[in-house]
């Protein structure tokens, strides 16, 4: 089983694809792979840019990347309760090549912040809006506080109530 897993966001230590890795890692038998937001980096999408260059082969790649999933493990970061810039480029680029983004992939999305309300308001509008471009979202997780709940070191959640509902959550996926 493949398991494509991200963090929605450009930082180089971002703690949504710290989060993604090891929800990824609690699958059995998955081989993993972790993409990085920044192999992806276009011009701010715009239909006149469009025009210009035509669709970009990184959107193509990144397609590319998910339909060789059996799994997708998704952390999405909040920017200002919305989301971040980095994702919501290569989202807009890709839905101009194919607008079912997550091709009915089976989906695990999940949202992660520093405060205690750990992304709920991004993790709301992706659960809306992904099943319209091809989310099979299967279950949904929110980790809040994260440096008091995730050790970074170790790459895992800390907290054994959160952590054994993400574990509940993997077992009980269905694909």
Not at 17 to 42: C, H, P, R, W
Not at 138 to 143: E, G, Q, Y
């Amino acid at each position: 089983m493949k398991i494509i897993a991200f963090g929605a966001s450009p930082s180089k230590n971002s703690i949504n694809k710290k989060l993604a890795t090891y929800a990824a890692s609690l699958f059995k038998n998955g081989e993993i792979e972790v993409l990085d937001l920044n192999a992806y980096q276009m011009p701010l999408f715009s239909v006149d840019i469009e025009e210009q260059i035509g669709q970009h082969p990184l959107a193509q790649k990144f397609l590319d990347k998910i339909a060789t999933a059996d799994v997708l493990v998704v952390s999405m970061a909040e920017n200002n309760g919305n989301y971040s810039v980095a994702f919501k480029n290569v989202f807009d680029w890709c839905t101009r090549i194919n607008a079912k983004v997550f091709q009915e992939k089976p989906m695990l999305l999940m949202a992660t912040s520093t405060g205690a309300k750990a992304g709920a308001n991004v993790l709301g509008i992706a659960k809306d809006a992904f099943p319209y471009y091809g989310g099979n979202i299967k279950a949904t997780f929110l980790l809040p506080s994260f440096d008091a709940n995730f050790d970074i070191k170790n790459g895992k959640i800390t907290n054994p109530e959160f952590d054994n509902q993400l574990k509940e959550i993997v077992i009980n996926f269905q694909i």
